[in-house]
């Protein structure tokens, strides 16, 4: 909010209020907490990411596998899926907050509530994106609570969770990425379909198709490895110590890269936020 002062020559002076800018934040956050609430496709996508996490918890606590392999099932297998299992279900999250808006005619009626756009719009891929993390998050950590207490009863060594909080810390923020990937894409194009069929198809086979393009071309060899989705292959995947085992060469090859998780997780998030920050330009600019 500005306000506009009169001083000494009737010259004027325009005032920012903070107060009033953290005000129409909250706002923006309850709203488009109160609108996720209402929809029901995504939490029924919810609802299943917490039913696989309970099964990854129980496939845990009935094998003996080693604490990274059990990191890797409580990540939701990112290697065996080329992403987690979860994110391909919960990046719905971002993608219908944009798309139901314009599906329904409803956009206008959201800038005329928060009177900002570029409010509201953080405000859709902020709630959106730490719902859908939170879900993750708590469906793995219900797992390694359901796999513990089962290793408890039968009388084997329990899970090791102080290996854990770096792998999940890692899960975590990539989870905060793809929903907000979704919506970045998703406000870019004003369909969520194109998005939902990009965010599938990109990482299992058409980055790959792009990735062995690019390393034919001389100098580019190590291109592919830094593309943004096998980055956060790299990011999230923990069976390094595993390497020495018949299907290695095979693993490395699902994995597709060799950076170091923290460049890994750096690539992968300054992806996402190129990819919001173009879609909240057009959604901010864009007429209803």
Request: hydrophobic fraction near 50%.
């Amino acid at each position: 909010m500005v306000t506009t002062t009169t001083g000494a020559g009737g010259k004027t002076a325009e005032h920012d209020r903070p107060g009033m800018h953290l005000s129409c934040a909250r706002r923006a956050l309850r709203y488009e907490g109160k609108r996720l609430s209402s929809l029901r496709s995504p939490w029924i996508l919810a609802g299943i990411v917490v039913l696989i996490g309970i099964g990854n918890g129980i496939d845990i606590g009935l094998h003996d596998y080693s604490p990274a392999a059990t990191a890797d099932v409580l990540q939701f297998a990112p290697l065996a899926s080329q992403a987690p299992m979860s994110a391909f279900l919960l990046f719905a999250f971002g993608a219908t907050a944009i798309s139901a808006e314009y599906a329904h005619q409803a956009a206008r009626s959201t800038f005329l509530t928060l009177s900002s756009r570029r409010t509201a719009y953080a405000a859709k891929v902020a709630v959106t994106s730490v719902t859908a993390a939170a879900v993750a998050l708590g469906s793995s950590l219900l797992g390694a609570l359901i796999a513990s207490g089962m290793r408890a009863v039968r009388g084997e060594p329990s899970l090791g969770w102080l290996g854990l909080p770096a792998p999940m810390a890692s899960f975590t923020v990539v989870m905060l990425c793809w929903p907000a990937l979704a919506a970045g894409l998703t406000a870019l194009v004003r369909n969520r379909l194109p998005v939902i069929m990009f965010l599938l198809l990109w990482p299992l086979v058409l980055e790959r198709l792009v990735g062995l393009l690019l390393g034919r071309i001389p100098g580019f060899s190590a291109v592919p490895g830094h593309l943004p989705f096998a980055a956060s292959r790299a990011a999230l995947y923990c069976l390094r110590g595993d390497d020495d085992f018949e299907d290695a060469g095979f693993t490395r090859a699902l994995l597709g890269s060799d950076v170091h998780p923290a460049l890994g997780l750096l690539i992968f998030c300054a992806f996402t936020v190129g990819v919001v920050v173009a879609g909240g330009a057009a959604y901010t600019r864009r007429d209803v």
